[in-house]
């Protein structure tokens, strides 16, 4: 294994997909101490700092080899013993490294190249054609996405940034310039949102006259008329010979 601080990400998808390499986002790296001291200056040391003494010889009693090389250590195991909180244990073990008495290395995650086969020269690398657009197209759907959060002007900003990262059906926020903005109707985008999906909702199983769907959501009568109107002109839902509307198919559901 190889850590590495950065990536191409373009590059990590073409070696990954062919079978080069294995990329693993997050791997942890438990927390390691090193007595940098000897005991007899680390009992000086001791009895000069009693806050400390405790806490020093919890760590002496919990791990051994900690003088002659990196010990990995468990902060929450140490918090329940010394009935510290963790962030108290940080603190002290902190402190002892600042004080040249150990050197405390923190848990961290970091990300991990594992190699699945023996390394190559990079000039013997083959990516094909096939792979590459496959990539590249996976890229301008993610930049696409991008541009549309950015221009798009009838749908909520967070419902778009979670329909983006797979969360379907959330609700609008309500706060953000598209849901603050108005709809062609007229009516803030937000409470056209809101009724036109009662209103899909509603015709989803069963057809109703205008004024049945007006008693059924429960808005007022002029603006749920009046989404109701454009949701009609816009083909989202249609009416029968008579006057009945209903939803013209599930996928509508969706717009």
Not at 21 to 32: A, F, G, M, Q, T
């Amino acid at each position: 294994m190889e850590y590495v601080s950065h990536r191409s990400a373009a590059l990590e998808g073409h070696l990954t997909s062919k079978g080069y390499l294995e990329y693993i986002e997050n791997v942890d790296s438990n927390s390691r101490i090193y007595f940098i001291i000897g005991r007899d200056d680390l009992y000086k040391v001791q009895t000069k700092n009693t806050d400390l003494d405790i806490f020093i010889k919890l760590i002496l009693r919990s791990y051994t080899g900690v003088f002659t090389d990196y010990v990995n250590i468990d902060e929450q195991m140490l918090s329940r013993r010394a009935g510290l909180t963790p962030d108290e244990v940080y603190q002290k073990l902190k402190k002892l490294s600042q004080m040249k008495i150990i050197h405390y290395v923190p848990q961290r995650k970091l990300p991990v190249i594992v190699y699945e086969m023996e390394r190559i020269n990079g000039n013997r690398i083959k990516i094909s054609p096939e792979n590459y657009q496959d990539r590249k197209l996976h890229y301008q759907l993610q930049v696409d996405s991008v541009i549309k959060y950015a221009v798009r002007k009838d749908e909520c900003r967070i419902v778009n940034l979670l329909k983006y990262f797979d969360q379907f059906d959330p609700e609008p926020c309500g706060n953000c310039d598209v849901c603050k903005g108005d709809h062609e109707t007229g009516i803030s985008n937000a409470d056209f949102n809101r009724i036109s999906a009662k209103i899909k909702v509603l015709l989803l199983t069963e057809s109703h006259a205008i004024d049945q769907i007006v008693i059924h959501i429960n808005e007022y009568e002029k603006t749920a008329v009046s989404v109701a109107r454009w949701l009609l002109d816009n083909g989202i839902i249609i009416s029968d010979s008579k006057g009945l509307l209903s939803l013209k198919s599930n996928k509508s559901l969706s717009k």
